[in-house]
């Protein structure tokens, strides 16, 4: 990306664009990933709101998939997870393995 | 129409600033300027104003109640004076930075230590390099007008920057003077509506005020910050122009006085330029070619304009009624950046007076000027620098 | 009206502050700005003292926040809130705004306790209307894990180290929850986000309050504590159960602990998976561990004596 010069930038660098972290991934932070295991999911959506970065998607009060282009891997959610008898619906899985 | 008053700095400080009437002030009470802000907040408990005021618990937390204010979107004051102002240092770099049109009278005070209240300019040249305006003050008129002014320079969408008015402590600030008025209507009309640039406030588009800038764009910033300046004098002067047909008062970027054809000259900034225009006259009485300087904008510093005054001279002394312990006083720094670049130039020397609120008195002036008389016919310079009106 | 607390409704909100944030893996304070935010439904402004928060949700032109949002200083957050609140009552009383808006400042302990103690005090002093949220770490955890007068009795940091003489920090934390409360300041309280619904139900009553509001919110630092990335949560859980850091609020000066523990636990079950502890389970650092536990029970016992006789 080409940086900008003097010329281009706003006054007092204000951000004028709310939530533009959006833009920033920051999933290539991760070494573990969290993988989600759906039979075991009771739905308790504790992954959800323990999650520092809001990276589990939630449509309609389920949960979905990790997005992964910001889990950076802490593994809170796995840890929280309750699972199902005893069964965690989330595990950490080292990356590229 | 004009009314004529016999009123001190600070009241007509503070009536300036009932005129412009701003959405936020920030007060808190510091010799010598306490009395202007309390005497605003009389307007405010009268209803003179719309004003909110925020009775802050330190200077420090002043500047950022401004900041934010500021941010939030509207016009927004604060005054203060010495240690205030010393302890504001942080946060005067955080409202130009953000671009900010805070507008805050500067009574002029010492620093400690040791404590002293009393008035010299040590307080807004520690101040200089804080990316605010500096507009300078010898008089409660000028105080007046140049408070007013204020708030078209700074808020100029092209400049959005914070505004420093100085004035000089108790001897401007406490003592009654005859002077002007503007009208009320004719005073909100000159500032007009603030306009707003990025507001906080504006809920639908939320934005960031203070990022973390790194070694990627921050130089950047600063350049840009600089460019800002360069746009100052300009405005400043178009404000002038308008200002004097409203008030039939005339402003520039500096005064002179006498200086046209002079051989020797003063350069001093606020109060004691009065005292020196008498002593000037007197030396011209007699025959010698004296004049005077008087920097009203400090900053930026309008380097070219101040060479081009001073260029015919033969001597110049530059009084600062502050010190940089260890260099030349602040004012001397800038006049002898600006004479360098002069391919022929005056003799300069730099006298230190009156710190501390001691009396500058046309004793002082006629030493000063007898001395440069010396220099322009063919004497030596003893020493560059020197304290004038101390005691062994 | 306010969103009920289930996490099914919660889950359906706009998240105000946003994925792409750079706080380090695993911490604490992300967790406890989202859940404040998400129990606000109102539009907000926020203020932010200097530190991990400001420095990794806002860089260059990249903004986590979805609200509007400013960082001045590291001392100064209740001041500069302080600032936009008088700005907005300016406006409004002027007829110039016509929307009810909320504030809330977030700052660290560090920015809290300590360097934004006096801006604090006299933001609430002054009855601004706004919820102060120290997310508490226990140490200056942006500039590398310095003391600050939150960092627990016996901690080593990098400025109170534990070392062959001295062994961490030798005094017991300040309690800012109750010093603030002492602001007579309508509303109070000390969560934790392992205890969401409490932690929301506290910021939506805060809401309910017009004036100053100061929540002080626990928020593990993995990299401070010297603990896991994965542990924040049960970390807090710990703390709430061991009464380290006791749930309670005090609301117009009546103070009442929200979760009392079925069975109090020792409080070297919170410090033990911490390395910032790690010196004090060491022989000869007994009479510290058990100060620590000593504390914590006094602590406690006060605390439910205020709830008891209703103070």
């Known amino acids: 990306m080409k940086q900008k010069g003097w010329k281009e930038l706003v006054p007092g660098a204000v951000v004028l664009e709310g939530g533009s972290a959006c833009k920033f991934k920051t999933g290539s932070w991760r070494a573990f990933r969290p993988v989600w295991i759906e039979e075991n999911c009771i739905q308790c959506l504790f992954c959800w709101i323990y999650c520092p970065d809001m990276a589990i998607k939630v449509k309609d009060g389920k949960r979905g998939e990790f997005d992964y282009d910001y889990c950076k891997g802490c593994g809170i959610c796995a840890l929280e997870c309750p699972g199902k008898k005893g069964k965690k619906a989330i595990v950490m899985e080292e990356e590229g393995k | 129409m004009a009314k004529v008053v016999a009123v001190t700095g600070n009241e007509a400080c503070a009536n300036a600033l009932r005129q412009v009437n701003p959405d936020v002030c920030g007060i808190y009470p510091i010799t010598p300027q306490t009395d202007m802000m309390q005497r605003y907040a009389s307007f405010i408990s009268d209803g003179k104003v719309d004003t909110e005021a925020i009775l802050v618990e330190s200077e420090h937390s002043s500047m950022s109640a401004c900041i934010g204010a500021s941010a939030a979107g509207g016009r927004v004051i604060t005054a203060t004076s010495s240690q205030g102002l010393a302890l504001m240092w942080e946060m005067l770099h955080i409202a130009s930075g953000d671009r900010l049109p805070i507008i805050m009278p500067v009574v002029n005070r010492a620093l400690s230590a040791p404590l002293n209240i009393h008035g010299d300019h040590s307080d807004a040249m520690g101040a200089r390099d804080t990316g605010w305006i500096q507009i300078w003050s010898e008089n409660a008129q000028e105080a007046y007008d140049n408070t007013i002014q204020a708030f078209r320079v700074g808020e100029h969408m092209d400049i959005r920057l914070p505004v420093m008015v100085c004035l000089d402590g108790f001897i401007i600030s406490h003592s009654i003077e005859r002077m002007e008025y503007l009208e009320d209507a004719e005073v909100k009309n000159f500032v007009g509506e603030f306009k707003n640039l990025y507001p906080l406030l504006d809920l639908e588009k939320p934005k960031s005020y203070g990022p973390l800038i790194l070694t990627d764009l921050y130089h950047e910033y600063k350049r840009a910050q600089h460019e800002v300046m360069l746009k100052v004098k300009d405005v400043v002067l178009d404000v002038a122009k308008d200002f004097e047909k409203m008030s039939g008062r005339k402003y520039g970027l500096f005064e002179t006085y006498r200086l046209e054809d002079a051989d020797i000259a003063l350069v001093i900034l606020n109060s004691a330029a009065g005292t020196s225009k008498d002593v000037i006259d007197e030396f011209r009485n007699k025959g010698i070619k004296a004049g005077l300087l008087k920097p009203r904008l400090f900053r930026p510093f309008p380097y070219e304009e101040v060479a081009e005054a001073l260029k015919n001279t033969k001597a110049v002394c530059v009084l600062d009624r502050s010190d940089s312990f260890g260099g030349y006083g602040p004012l001397f720094m800038e006049i002898s950046s600006a004479l360098y670049q002069l391919k022929e130039r005056p003799v300069l020397i730099n006298k230190i007076y009156g710190l501390g609120g001691r009396d500058y008195l046309p004793s002082h002036a006629e030493l000063v000027l007898n001395e440069l008389h010396g220099i322009a016919q063919g004497g030596k310079i003893n020493i560059i620098k020197e304290y004038i009106g101390v005691r062994e | ?311």
Request: with cysteine; charged share 20%; glycine share 8%.
């Open chain 3, 1 to 311: 009206m306010a969103t009920p607390l289930t996490l099914k409704e919660l889950s359906k909100k706009e998240d105000l502050f946003t994925h792409g944030h750079r706080m380090c893996s695993g911490c604490g304070a992300p967790i406890v700005v989202k859940m404040v935010l998400m129990a606000t439904d109102y539009p907000v402004i926020a203020a932010n003292a200097t530190g991990c928060l400001e420095v990794s949700s806002c860089i260059s032109e990249y903004t986590a926040w979805k609200i509007p949002w400013i960082h001045t200083a590291f001392e100064n957050a209740a001041a500069t809130l302080s600032g936009v609140e008088t700005m907005y009552r300016s406006l409004k009383k002027q007829g110039k705004i016509d929307k009810d808006v909320k504030f809330i400042a977030f700052g660290g302990d560090g920015g809290t306790y300590d360097i934004g103690f006096q801006s604090l005090s006299g933001a609430m002093e002054r009855g601004h209307d706004m919820i102060y949220v120290c997310y508490d770490n226990g140490a200056y955890m942006n500039t590398g894990i310095q003391r600050s007068s939150a960092t627990p009795l016996g901690a080593d940091t990098t400025t109170c180290p534990a070392g062959s003489v001295i062994p961490g920090k030798l005094r017991a934390r300040k309690n800012l929850t109750k010093i603030m409360a002492a602001h007579n300041i309508p509303y109070a309280a000390q969560a934790s986000p392992s205890h969401w619904m409490d932690l929301m139900k506290k910021v939506q009553k805060a809401h309910s309050y017009e004036g100053p509001k100061f929540l002080n919110v626990l928020a593990p630092c993995n990299r401070g504590w010297r603990s896991k990335t994965n542990d924040a949560i049960a970390l807090c859980k710990l703390a709430v159960n061991s009464c380290y850091w006791p749930l309670y609020e005090i609301e117009n000066g009546v103070t009442k602990i929200t979760s009392t523990p079925r069975e109090k636990a020792p409080v070297a079950d919170f410090m033990k998976p911490q390395g910032r502890f790690k010196h004090l389970f060491e022989p000869g650092n007994e009479a510290l561990l058990q100060r620590v536990q000593e504390e914590v029970d006094a602590e406690w016992e006060k605390l439910k004596n205020a709830e008891k006789c209703g103070c």
